[in-house]
């Protein structure tokens, strides 16, 4: 069975700093990893998705994730945060055999002026 | 294109009342997908739907919790009776097939008292 496991529950930076937000993923299947954006009362949006194609995915909003299987990471980052950045943050991993999605506890995103 | 539509958005009841909750998908989409997210979790899984036949509902609390798709566009998950446990942010997804990316809703937030 696949996990994920989100090694922040919340991360706070200035803006115009670079932002990393953390997953760590279980999978016994050729795994598909994504990280989904939840803002306050909004519905959960995809920022981008890794299916076996190139390691390092682009996503919106100047975000990306490297795939790295011998460290089972697949950690978010972006270059400099912007206030509307501040969000919740939902590391989820699918197996191949069942696509369904397993999504991991969260990470809360606050950005300081 | 209009997006994942539920109602009410919140609704606040006492325990062993009744609720139920409704989902218009994406035009087109025949999967969809109710989870349920506790404050502090991710998203899990109630019941998957393709079309209006059950793919999947090993998570979902039989005993109190039911949902119907007829004619495979709109959804309705109800709650009978309501426990103190049961107070969360239920989301609807949809997907254009299983393998599909899946759109979520706004969720409505119940809270059971």
């Known amino acids: 069975a696949q996990s994920v496991t989100q090694l922040d529950s919340h991360v706070s930076v200035s803006e115009g700093t670079p932002v990393l937000l953390r997953c760590n993923y279980s999978?016994?299947?050729?795994?598909?990893l994504f990280w989904y954006v939840q803002h306050p009362n909004k519905g959960l949006q995809l920022l981008l998705k890794?299916?076996?194609?190139?390691?390092l995915v682009k996503g919106i909003n100047g975000f990306e994730a490297e795939f790295k299987k011998s460290e089972t990471s697949f950690h978010l980052t972006k270059p400099s945060a912007h206030m509307s950045d501040a969000a919740e943050y939902f590391c989820?991993?699918?197996?191949?055999?069942?696509?369904?999605?397993?999504f991991g506890a969260g990470t809360t995103v606050t950005v300081r002026a | 294109e209009a997006g994942v539509a539920q109602s009410p958005r919140y609704k606040i009841i006492e325990k062993r009342q009744s609720v139920a909750f409704w989902c218009n998908p994406i035009?087109?989409?025949?999967?969809l997908y109710w989870y349920q997210q506790i404050l502090g979790q991710g998203p899990k899984l109630l019941i998957q739907?393709?079309?209006?036949?059950?793919?999947?509902d090993s998570q979902l609390p039989k005993d109190r919790f039911s949902a119907e798709r007829l004619k495979g566009v709109d959804s309705t998950l109800k709650i009978q009776p309501a426990k103190l446990e049961d107070s969360a942010v239920y989301l609807c997804?949809?997907?254009?097939?299983?393998?599909?990316?899946?759109?979520f809703g706004p969720g409505t937030r119940l809270t059971v008292l």
């Open positions: 989820v991993v699918s197996e191949s055999n069942d696509y369904k999605l397993s």
């Open positions: 999978s016994s299947y050729s795994p598909s």
């Open positions: 035009s087109g989409h025949a999967t």
């Open positions: 890794y299916t076996s194609a190139a390691t």
């Open positions: 997804a949809s997907s254009f097939g299983t393998i599909h990316e899946q759109f």
């Open positions: 739907f393709q079309n209006n036949g059950v793919v999947d």
